[in-house]
């Protein structure tokens, strides 16, 4: 199985902050890697498909980018929605894998 | 538009069978494959199988000793069913279509207890 890694857990932000966050595969994935949005009601949202496009309705503030085994998404500027658990999945092979999650919360 | 709903018991003795219906809409079953995902709280989501959209099956090789997943296209229903239930299989169980996992049901959150 692909384990998927990411950093930080934990990302204590302000509004108005550009942040970023870490996916790592331990093994190549090819660019199949999906981002997805988690509010506390559990609410899944994607964001992200094949690494760097933006899934209908998800803000321009929202980008990904990476190759190989490392993988990132970027928000450019906070809003207060913003702030809620983010997960990275891989796409590449069965069974899919998701990381650990890593939770923006507000500084 | 396309939607995801599931359905279930929220409640299950330990040993007993989770049966989880997912009712979906905006979409065929025949052209879109449909996943079950689940999540244990405060942990990352787990995929658990896939529904095919020629009607093939696939399984997470940690599950798939007690795992079934089927389908009603004529109701556009998945259903999952895994047996043999212990206390670390509560969490909130997904249904998501495939193909990028583009859409994703609200949840429904299973406890396994006595």
């Known amino acids: 199985d692909i384990q998927m890694t990411q950093s930080p857990s934990s990302l204590p932000a302000s509004l108005g902050e550009r942040v970023t966050i870490s996916c790592r595969a331990s093994q190549g994935i090819s660019n199949n890697l999906n981002w997805y949005q988690q509010k506390p009601d559990g609410t899944i949202k994607p964001l992200i498909y094949y690494t760097s496009n933006l899934q209908s309705g998800v803000p321009s503030r929202f980008s990904g980018s990476g190759s190989g085994t490392d993988y990132s998404l970027t928000i450019s500027s906070l809003e207060p929605e913003d702030f809620a658990m983010y997960y990275c999945q891989q796409d590449a092979s069965f069974p899919r894998t998701f990381g650990g999650g890593t939770k923006l919360e507000l500084k | 538009q396309v939607q995801l709903k599931e359905s279930g018991p929220g409640l299950v003795q330990p040993s007993e069978t989770l049966s989880l219906t997912c009712t979906v809409s905006?979409?065929?079953?025949?052209?879109?494959?449909v996943s079950w995902v689940r999540q244990p709280s405060g942990k990352g989501p787990e995929w658990m199988g896939r529904?095919?959209?020629?009607?093939?099956?696939a399984y997470n090789s940690a599950l798939k000793s007690r795992l079934s997943i089927s389908r009603d296209t004529s109701k556009n229903q998945v259903f999952l069913k895994m047996n043999s239930l212990q206390t670390d299989d509560t969490g909130t169980y997904y249904c998501t279509r495939d193909g990028g996992f583009d859409y994703w049901g609200q949840g429904v959150m299973v406890t396994v207890s006595s």
């Open positions: 905006g979409f065929s079953l025949t052209s879109y494959s």
């Open positions: 529904m095919w959209y020629d009607g093939d099956t």
